[in-house]
Structure formats: C-alpha cells, structure tokens
C-alpha cells in the first residue's frame, strides 16, 4: 500500500506502548488526510470512502504513521463498520 500524505499529523508516539487501546473517531470522504488530537480524543480524517474496508485500513495506517510503528501493529478490536474505532497497539 502507497504512503498517505497527510496535512496534519498529531504526535501520538508517547502512546506507543505494547498493550494499549486506542479508540478513534473516524470522519471518511473528509477534504484531507489528518491526525488530530483533542484534550481526551482522537480524530482522524481520511478522504476515503467507507467501502469494502478501504477507509479503515487509511486510518490504521495513518494512525500507524502517527503513533511511529508498523501498521501491521494495530489491530482492530471493534468498530469495523463504525465511525469510532478501537484498536490494540502489539509488538
């Protein structure tokens, strides 16, 4: 899979620890690729379409890219259909 630009990137490396859970709100068919962290969440922006998955695996990777670890790192738990979605940080 080719890297993903994006406009904004939030520094989540403090987060990367084996183990943790991450749940992220997801906006898809948004103008730009973008990271962004709130007091207490996560947003992560994708211009691709929620369709067969395509946005998901976006967000795992640019929440990959953020965090500083492989996207084969994250795992989804549950949301796979949904806006908000957690996924656990292993390696």
Do not use: H
């Amino acid at each position: 899979m080719a890297r993903i630009k994006a406009r904004q990137m939030a520094d989540l490396s403090a987060l990367a620890i084996s183990g943790t859970q991450i749940t992220v709100r997801v906006a898809p068919k948004a103008a730009f690729n973008a990271v962004i962290q709130d007091a207490d969440q996560i947003r992560v922006m994708v211009t691709t379409v929620p369709e067969g998955g395509k946005a998901t695996a976006d967000v795992q990777a640019l929440l990959a890219r953020a965090l500083g670890v492989a996207p084969s790192a994250l795992t989804l738990i549950r949301g796979a259909t949904s806006r908000d979605k957690t996924f656990a940080l292993r390696f």
